[in-house]
């Protein structure tokens, strides 16, 4: 009698922190007859940890294509297969997509093993409403891309939850702030690690403490939704915040008027608030040539 397909499992790993491995995993990563893992050499690590010698290779985004026929064959065949990634949820901000949908289309039975996942783990401890919520994964890279997703986010209601690399964290701040306006926030960096930390702030608050601190480790972001009383976003009056992002843009290359223009910009404020800001800057008493006099206080956006 022909054996019947085998079985995929799409099996998630710890975030960080080993011990949020569970029985379950171990047990079907020990008897699967292949494991398919988005870094080999770091699931071996894993296994290596766990006593665990089953066979891997790799399926990662640029080999997905081609990987994806030869694990259906063995599930085909009757084999077993475990699907990893480098940590959490595989599918989630990870490869795989592929082959679940081919397991799926060929009749494959499908087992998820659910493990920690980085945007549940800060939804929960972010302090915001997590009744309705929206994962957006990364922001897109380049600047101008970033802040038209985010103003399609903006009038959103729900709980808005990001990756983001340590690079990008602070100008995803930025943005952040200057689209979505002034809302509670929360950071959680390095979840399940020794250097886990949760900041829980105003967005605002959140471009204070990461001005001059240099970014590093894994980060979520999580903000709250936009509220329903609100038709615009709210003004950001804060100096320091300010002053930190005419720093950025002059540490850009910016002279001072273009900075105070593109801040007054950025954070809708009037040129006026920006300029009478930029007399705390170091050198000068002002921006030179700054085209908003302090006293004609008409806002501009
Ligand atoms: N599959 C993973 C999951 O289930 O969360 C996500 C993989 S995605 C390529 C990696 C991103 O997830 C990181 O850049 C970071 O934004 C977030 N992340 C993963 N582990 C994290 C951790 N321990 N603490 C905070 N963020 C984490």
């Known amino acids: 009698m022909a054996a019947g397909p085998g079985q995929l499992y799409i099996c ?4 960080g922190n080993l011990e949020d491995i569970t029985l379950r ?16 050499r770091h699931t071996r690590k894993l296994l290596a940890h766990f006593g665990i010698s089953t066979p891997v290779v790799s399926l990662h985004e640029h080999n997905e294509a081609q990987r994806t026929p030869q ?21 989630i901000q990870d490869p795989g997509q592929g082959l679940v949908r081919a397991a799926a289309a060929a009749g494959i039975p499908i087992t998820v093993i659910p493990g920690p996942t980085a945007l549940v783990a800060a939804l929960a401890g972010s302090g915001l409403p997590t009744d309705r919520f929206a994962f957006e994964g990364f922001l897109p890279r380049e600047a101008r891309r970033r802040r038209a997703h985010l103003e399609a986010l903006k009038d959103d209601p729900r709980t808005l939850v990001f990756y983001e690399a340590p690079h990008r964290l602070q100008a995803a701040l930025a943005d952040m702030l200057a689209v979505l306006g002034d ?7 390095e979840l399940t690690k020794v250097h886990e930390e949760w900041q829980r702030d105003s967005l605002s608050g959140l471009v204070r403490q990461w001005a001059g601190r240099t970014p590093q480790g894994e980060f979520v972001i999580v903000v709250a939704g936009a509220s329903p009383h609100e038709d615009e976003p709210a003004a950001v ?9 005419l720093r950025a843009h002059i540490r850009a290359g910016a002279d001072k008027k273009a900075a105070v223009r593109a801040v007054a910009a ?8 920006v300029y009478q800001a930029a007399l705390a800057l170091p050198g000068e008493g002002a921006a030179p040539g700054a085209d908003a006099a302090p006293g004609s206080g008409t806002p501009e956006n």
């Open 71 to 91: 694990i259906l064959e063995r599930l085909m065949k009757g084999e077993s297969v475990a699907l990893v990634s480098d940590a959490g949820m595989p599918l």
């Open 12 to 15: 998630g790993t710890p975030i």
């Open 266 to 273: 950025e954070l809708r404020l009037p040129r006026r608030t």
């Open 25 to 40: 995993a171990l047990r079907v990563l020990r008897e699967v007859s292949l494991i398919a893992a988005e870094d080999t």
């Open 183 to 189: 809302r509670p926030a929360c950071i959680a960096r």
């Open 237 to 245: 009056t804060d100096d320091a915040v300010i002053l930190e992002r």
